[in-house]
DNA sequence: ATGAAAGCGCTAACAT
DNA sequence: ATGTTAGCGCTTTCAT
């Protein structure tokens, strides 16, 4: 069994109060106590004890972040910095997994506070707008992405529409008329697809370009492979475009292969804009234009809230819900270069 | 505050004990009883205290996974399978990362019991043989991957080298004699670069194919971008060959793309081999054949492995570390036809 | 500067 | 079938 603070004090001849104060830093101390202390735990190779410190604090020191799928570059880079954020803190991440499964959503939400986690950062997929009430748990939470918004949670998030926007006017600007779209949802208005398909829609209309919906490829799910079928599928249409605006890099990157297959260049036949800025887009060749959406303020700042939230729930107030927007950037590279 | 089983006991009027049978499933309870204890659980809503129930217990129900980096395709996918054997036998899984860098391996065995986890999953990177003794640590510890062979600690690992050897032969056998290499390591002889070298080696001396040093690309890192760097090397180095066996998948994505942006048919000109078998293998263009090295039974078996070893360590008993190795096979597809 | 002791919320041995 | 109680390892008043 570890070693614990009585048998410390027992070798060291003092009491645990003594060994717990030594161990904590607490300054008075007299020099020759603390040495021996110090020999003590050296000894017999103490290490407090993390869940009974917990037990006593009356938290856990772990934060829970829960994620639809990590085989999606963006949310395995959103895992490695809300980690990093957290670790700043002291604080330890506990991974969970949705699948992006609406039930399964639903369920880690009632069942979060079962794991010991003195809160959860949640990335729902599955569910929507509809189901903005679940949000309403008795424990530290806050919401990221665009599935459901004012919902009674903290939120953080970007400008999805204002980014999509102001991607869709670069390329205007650059002299592109005719943008295709990949990635979009039928149907829907709430959520990544829907938001940043208005923005596109809105940047075209007050450039007076009309819509045109053959440029609209429609994909549920945003691999690789996906942007590749999209992609594919509008060529086989036989419909016209000089640019790609595609709703997410990893699509993106699948749309491209299959340009380059098909003989298009990029950028000089086919400008190409992804959304997310994943690592892999300064190395892609040609190397990918992007939406920067400021994953890494995001991963900060949810951790930043839910620790805010946390202290607040503990003092017994309960402030209403804040949402918190991100920062976006165009990054220019290759596969859309300016006008 | 939160709702204690003390405050559901008076809400319900039966002792504590009562209660803590109820909510743990105990059987012989008067139904009367149950139910009215029941109602005041929901009214209440309470939940049970984790962490005094495993301070209790005497073990946390969390284990940490410590990975190098999230950013590469191999280890996100092979998190998910972790965290979804440990989700299936209750356990939580803490993610720590380590960026690689030996230094912050070594810090974290040494930490690795404060953080309230109640054994460790840990794929090193930076560290290498000699540092071995590191691994003799004061809890259950269960080792990934090739840095270090025969340490003080449990190991879940394949046959790196019989894997590469059976891809070589597999290329050899539908008749190329050129095999390039990319993703070698300076100088390695154990770790994964190192091993796969080998057994390259062994096929080719196998099949009386000379070994060609000029075929050889050496890369630290494994990202996409160091794969097309490592080809454009070899390809303005003028160096003939009709096939490249690729030391991952990650790196041979992006050796493929410089293959076919210099106008080589895949797999006619040249055939490409991969390792690691990741999600996008499926789906690039052409799709890649590739070395399957389990990686889900890797992660099972991890979990088993470590579960195996926290009993056995709770028992106060100390068997011998066990190295388990998973079965590999290569996947064909279209990027390296059978002959 | 240090000790004694209460108590965080839970489970389980022991009673009844 | 249910109640009483000790104790998991720690921090923290309250004494001294």
């Given at each position: 069994m570890a070693v614990t603070l009585r048998e410390v004090a027992e070798l060291a001849g003092v009491s645990i109060k003594t060994v717990s104060n030594?161990?904590?830093?607490?300054?008075?101390?007299?020099?020759?106590?603390?040495?021996?202390?110090?020999?003590?735990?050296a000894e017999l190779?103490?290490?407090?004890?993390?869940t009974a410190r917990n037990l006593r604090a009356g938290r856990s020191g772990a934060i829970t972040l829960a994620l639809p799928d990590m085989g999606l570059a963006y949310f395995a880079e959103l895992a490695a910095?809300?980690?990093?954020?957290a670790e700043a803190t002291g604080l330890i991440v506990q991974l969970e997994h949705t699948a992006g499964d609406r039930d399964r959503e639903l369920e880690l939400l009632r069942s979060a506070r079962r794991h010991?986690?003195?809160?959860?950062?949640?990335?729902?997929?599955?569910?929507?707008?509809?189901?903005?009430?679940?949000?309403?748990?008795?424990?530290?939470l806050a919401l990221l992405?665009?599935?459901?918004?004012?919902?009674?949670?903290d939120h953080v998030t970007m400008r999805n529409q204002d980014a999509a926007r102001a991607a869709t006017e670069y390329l205007l600007a650059s002299g592109r008329r005719r943008i295709a779209l990949i990635g979009a949802h039928q149907g829907e208005v709430i959520g990544s697809a829907?938001?940043?398909?208005?923005?596109?829609?809105?940047?075209?209309?007050?450039?007076?370009?009309?819509f045109d919906p053959a440029l609209i490829g429609y994909t549920g799910l945003w691999h690789r492979a996906n942007g590749a079928d999209t992609m594919r599928d509008l060529l086989a249409r036989g419909v016209e475009f000089d640019a790609v605006f595609g709703l997410n890099d990893t699509l993106t990157f699948g749309a491209m292969r299959v340009l380059q297959e098909a003989g298009r260049r990029i950028p000089d036949d086919v400008a190409v804009m992804g959304f997310d800025d994943i690592e892999e887009a300064q190395y892609?060749?040609?190397?990918?234009?992007?939406?920067?959406?400021?994953?890494g303020w995001i991963a900060r700042t949810a951790v930043e809230t839910l620790i805010a939230r946390i202290a607040?729930?503990?003092?017994?107030?309960?402030?209403?819900?804040?949402?918190?927007?991100a920062d976006f950037s165009i990054i220019v590279r290759e596969s859309a270069p300016a006008a």
């Open positions: 030594v161990v904590n830093g607490y300054p008075h101390i007299r020099p020759g106590t603390k040495q021996r202390v110090e020999a003590a735990v190779g103490y290490t407090p004890n993390l910095q809300v980690i990093e954020a010991s986690s003195d809160g959860l950062i949640f990335s729902p997929l599955g569910m929507g707008q509809d189901d903005a009430q679940a949000l309403a748990v008795p424990y530290p992405g665009e599935r459901i918004f004012d919902g009674p949670a829907g938001l940043r398909l208005w923005g596109y829609r809105a940047a075209l209309e007050a450039a007076g370009v009309p892609s060749i040609p190397s990918l234009t992007t939406v920067h959406p400021g994953h607040t729930q503990a003092e017994g107030l309960n402030p209403p819900p804040v949402t918190r927007l």
